[in-house]
């Protein structure tokens, strides 16, 4: 089948298969390996991007399900070279370790941010509930966000 | 808290790597796409146990996009149909004559996409006739079990190995003449470190050069490179493993598996580069579990709690083929440490490892060699002691620590621990937890139950003490497959006083392109961001054994801090020669060279590194340039130990735990990067909640696996979490080049006894002294009935 989607602000047309999965998709036709695959059983949350502006865990989404629709990953996350909030509260308080859980992390914290730009830490534990992380114990994540919550513009706009 | 400073040497500093993470621009083995290249499935058992009658590949290979079916038959003839472990066991590739565990390989697809291979796995029709499976390691050396290792010459029943450890006569001596024993039947039940990242491999076979690389997420490049050589005959120079960005390891990495030699044989026979990965079911299912021992741990004390022996019996389940990763001398692992952080008269254990049909393995999961087991079986035996003798558990503990005057201490059962104030450790803790508080608290709480108010929660508080051993190893008394656990380093000045630093050590996300530059900014005064460290790739770095049981700072580190301070000397000689000045002369300030009584007149490294590799006239033997290098080998391990307090709120109406409090005391010696060992340490108390209270791999009876998906098998959320409180004492150790201790596992092997002590201390007024792991809502409400189950088989 053809599809059409727009990934980070480009279109894309390609031939699939009806069975191809978006993760797949992103990754393997359009190289886009940020996103990481990670369960067969949407528990792990490593694949989560953006549909339409809403996260998704996109193992569980057909490529041909986006057929016409927007995807954001998290090559998309950054302005150009500067960073979103989101990354640098990330670097700034070690909110990553094997960086394999990261960008998927990083997708749900934008998003939470734009609805909710004051969360609360229990907000911010719920938010990310739905994914996996072996190495921080997530206390470092839930800073990450919060320094991100602190610093909308990022840091040169805060000081 | 965030980091924004940029010490030049030790300190918080934020991590080179993270530049490229945060930017989906890592580099793991499944972004890796070589021109060309094919994929590989594995077919798999579905049985436990049971004869292959006949396997028909004809329709696979009939497949438009298949281009090879590889099957047991097809690896005997190339003699890779069995392979070996790191235990000097043997494990089938593909198997041949039986399938011994659920999930076990069968046969391997290559296609030229993903999906097709998964499609002709489909295609290949096995025969298999059932046998019965053997599934209890407490049963599996019964009179009239099936042999699983029939394969092994000689071999009449499940019998692995017996090994033990301290003076048994001198324990029984002790605990006949006790006044109090205690026993205690303790299970550390099967688990699985499940890193986020499976693994894979892409083996690429250049038939022209004969050179074969092979991309893969292993933790131990440099000793896969020499098994592939000794395995599979390839001369070991024209082999290169390259482990690039990791997605976690945590132990599962460290072994050879199956499908890395599929993948292998895949890309000779095609001539093509081929990629395998495996999904998540056949990690949780296959590759390396942890754990598994079935404990009966003995304690002999007097009426007042002097703790004066003790002795521990286990039976090790290690599945089908001895796939665990231990020193050769030690098939038990380092779980001899088990006397924890006490002083005992005597101490004996001994340890019989079984097959069962289970997956093989028998990794350190985030813990060093066994030491999880072992300090888990202490802890939480001091706790049953505490419950007999009814003492507070923090005074027992207090009263049998070791002291600080006693080290180096000579364990009973053979380790000389190297530095400790344990004391003032627990102390830091039952301070930060507020421990007195909280027990009146739970005083208060205790009476209005036993006065009939039943409702809300019980509190529970659970202490735990661990003394780690890490650093593995001088090569004297360990190694793997022969080869000795010592690591090599290369740092290289550049002209223009920038550097490179090569360590055979690699980072599964523990920071070392950032530590490790720190440790050399710290001794030669370049700044980290002008240091390059590489790693994971054997071509380009020195011999070492890899990254596991917390091994990297303690022996790469040395590695590290000794071959800067060779540069720092050569460059002494360098600037002897450019200040005309003997070198006996100079003296060090970081980064600087200087006459002494002169400090006005001296030479930066930058300025000694060009001149290095001038024109400048250098004394007799001397070599020009600035580099070294160098190879370290640990006189002994480092102790590193911690003190845990957990509280708990235990639902005794549905058995459900919610951790309230976790408070952290870590000791691990000089900590190089205060905020990278911090995550350590929440990554790993995070891990001792997960198996506590969740992590399970279940099998029933057939030795169906009841943990193959992160549905059954559940991993702790952002929910299950408390925000950790952390504190620390630094006691350096006295041998290490930089008093640094290792630090990767000690909240993994610390913090599962404080969660488990804290449940049990909560439903003590149920009477419960002890409950296996991991005490979910069923377990928990099971042992409040007084109806406890075994918690590691499904078996009704």
């Given amino acids: 089948m053809q599809i059409t989607v727009t990934v980070n602000g480009d279109e894309h047309t390609a031939e699939v298969e009806p069975r ?61 070279a500067d960073l979103d909030p989101v990354q640098e509260g990330f670097v700034r308080c070690h909110g990553l370790q094997c960086g394999f859980c990261t960008p998927g992390m990083m997708m749900t914290a934008r998003w939470l941010l734009d609805r909710n730009p004051d969360p609360s830490e229990d907000e911010i534990r719920e938010a990310i509930s739905g994914q996996s992380c072996r190495c921080t114990g997530y206390e470092n994540i839930v800073r990450a966000v919060q320094w991100a919550a602190a610093h909308p513009a990022g840091e040169v706009a805060a000081q | 808290m965030t980091t924004v400073d940029k010490p030049i040497g030790f300190g918080r500093m934020q991590r080179k790597e993270d530049a490229r993470f945060v930017r989906g621009r890592g580099n793991y083995v499944d972004d890796v ?50 392979m070996p472990t790191l235990s000097a066991d043997t494990q089938a590739v593909l198997a041949t004559d039986k399938v011994r565990f659920q999930g076990q390989e069968v046969a391997f697809v290559v296609a030229t996409d993903k999906y097709a291979a998964r499609d002709a796995l ?40 017996d090994w033990g450890a301290g003076d048994e006569a001198a324990t029984d001596a002790v605990f006949a003449s006790a006044e109090v024993v205690v026993a205690q039947d303790v299970l550390y039940p099967r688990v699985h470190p499940a890193p986020l990242e499976t693994c894979g491999a892409i083996a690429d076979f250049d038939a022209v ?39 976690g390891g945590f132990g599962n990495k460290v072994p050879i598996y199956p499908g890395y030699v599929c993948a292998i044989v895949g890309s000779i026979v095609t001539g093509k580069p081929v990629k395998w990965m495996e999904d998540r079911s056949e990690n949780l299912m296959s590759t390396g579990f942890a754990r598994d021992y079935h404990m009966r741990g003995e304690v002999a004390a007097s009426r007042d709690g002097d703790i004066r022996a003790l002795r521990v019996k286990v039976i090790a389940d290690h599945g089908a083929f001895n796939g665990t990763a231990q020193p050769t001398k030690f098939p038990a692992g380092f779980f001899h440490v088990f006397t924890g952080s006490y002083d005992v008269e005597a101490a004996h254990c001994a340890v019989t490892g079984v097959y069962t049909n289970k997956a093989p393995g ?38 049998n620590l070791l002291k600080p005057e006693q080290f180096p201490y000579p364990s009973p059962t053979g380790w000389e621990y190297d530095s400790g104030d344990y004391p003032r450790a627990l102390s830091l803790a039952l301070e930060m937890a507020g421990y007195d508080e909280l027990r009146a608290q739970q005083a208060l709480e205790r009476a209005r139950w036993a006065a009939g108010d039943r409702g809300g929660p019980l509190t529970g508080i659970g202490l735990s003490f661990f003394t780690e051993a890490v650093g593995a190893g001088p090569r004297k008394h360990m190694d793997i497959l022969g080869l000795g656990m010592a690591d090599g380093a290369e740092l290289r000045v550049h002209p223009t006083g920038k550097a490179v630093l090569r360590i055979s050590v690699q980072s599964q996300g ?86 002494r009584g002169d400090q006005a007149q001296g030479r930066t490294i930058q300025e000694i ?96 696996c009841l943990g193959a998906s992160f549905m059954d098998y559940l991993l702790p959320t952002s929910m299950e979490c408390p925000s950790w409180e952390l504190g620390e004492t630094v006691t350096p150790s006295p041998h290490h080049p930089i008093g640094a201790k290792g630090v990767g596992e000690s909240a993994t092997v610390g913090s599962p006894a404080a969660v488990v002590n804290a449940v049990l201390d909560a439903l003590k007024p149920y009477g419960v002294r002890h409950a296996d792991m991991p005490l979910t809502p069923a377990h928990v409400w099971r042992a409040i009935q007084g109806r406890p189950i075994r918690t590691d088989l499904a078996i009704t």
């Fill in chain 2, 510 to 595: 523990q920071g070392h392109e950032t530590t490790y530059a720190q440790i050399v900014a710290e001794e030669l005064g370049i700044s980290p961001d002008d240091i390059e460290v590489v790693h994971g790739d054997t071509d380009q770095t020195p011999f070492g054994l890899g990254t596991y049981g917390s091994r990297s700072t303690p022996v790469s580190g040395a590695a590290t801090a000794v071959v800067a301070r060779k540069v720092r000397e050569r460059a002494r000689q360098v600037a002897s020669a450019m200040l005309e000045v003997d070198p006996g002369d100079l003296e060090w300030e970081k980064g600087r060279w200087f006459v």
């Fill in chain 1, 20 to 80: 191809l999965l978006l993760v797949h998709f992103l990754r393997d036709t359009l190289g886009l390996t940020g996103t990481h695959w990670g369960c067969d059983t949407s528990n792990c949350g490593v694949c989560v991007v953006w549909l339409d502006g809403a996260p998704v865990k996109s193992c569980t989404v057909l490529a041909v399900m986006a057929d016409g629709r927007t995807v954001r990953t998290v090559e998309g996350l950054a302005a150009g």
């Fill in chain 2, 33 to 82: 796409v070589l021109p060309g290249m094919l994929y590989g499935a594995v077919l798999r058992s579905p049985f436990a146990h049971a004869r292959i009658v006949s396997i028909d590949t004809a329709a696979a290979q009939a497949h438009p996009k298949v281009k090879a079916v590889i099957t047991g038959q097809t690896l005997e003839g190339l003699k890779l149909a069995w």
């Fill in chain 2, 609 to 704: 590194a060009f001149a290095a590799h001038s024109s400048l006239e250098l004394p007799e033997g001397i070599e020009g340039h600035l580099d070294a290098t160098t190879v370290y080998n640990p006189p002994n391990l480092t102790f590193p130990f911690g003190a845990y307090i957990c509280v708990v709120d235990v639902d005794p109406g549905t058995g459900q735990v919610k951790v309230r409090r976790f408070v952290a005391v870590d000791d691990c010696g000089v900590r190089i990067n205060p905020m990278i060992v911090e995550g350590q340490v929440h990554g790993g108390l995070a891990d001792g909640v997960g198996m506590a209270l969740m992590q399970l791999i279940a099998f029933d009876e057939d030795g169906n």
């Fill in chain 2, 209 to 247: 050069t004969g050179k074969l690389t092979i991309w893969c997420n292993t933790q131990a490049p440099h000793a896969h490179r020499t098994v592939y050589a000794l395995v599979a005959g390839l001369p070991e120079h024209k082999i290169r493993v390259i482990s690039p960005d990791v997605g």
């Fill in chain 2, 122 to 161: 489909e295609l290949i029709d096995v025969e298999y006739e059932p046998l019965p499976a053997v599934v209890d390691a407490r049963r599996a050396l019964d009179p009239g079990t099936p042999v699983i290792r029939d394969d092994k010459e000689g071999q009449a029943d499940n019998h692995i190995f």
């Fill in chain 2, 362 to 399: 028998g990794v350190a999961y985030a813990c060093s060699f066994r030491i999880t087991e072992a300090a888990y079986l202490i802890e939480r035996m001091i706790d049953v002691l505490a419950y007999e003798l009814d003492m507070d558990p923090a005074e027992l503990r207090m009263k």
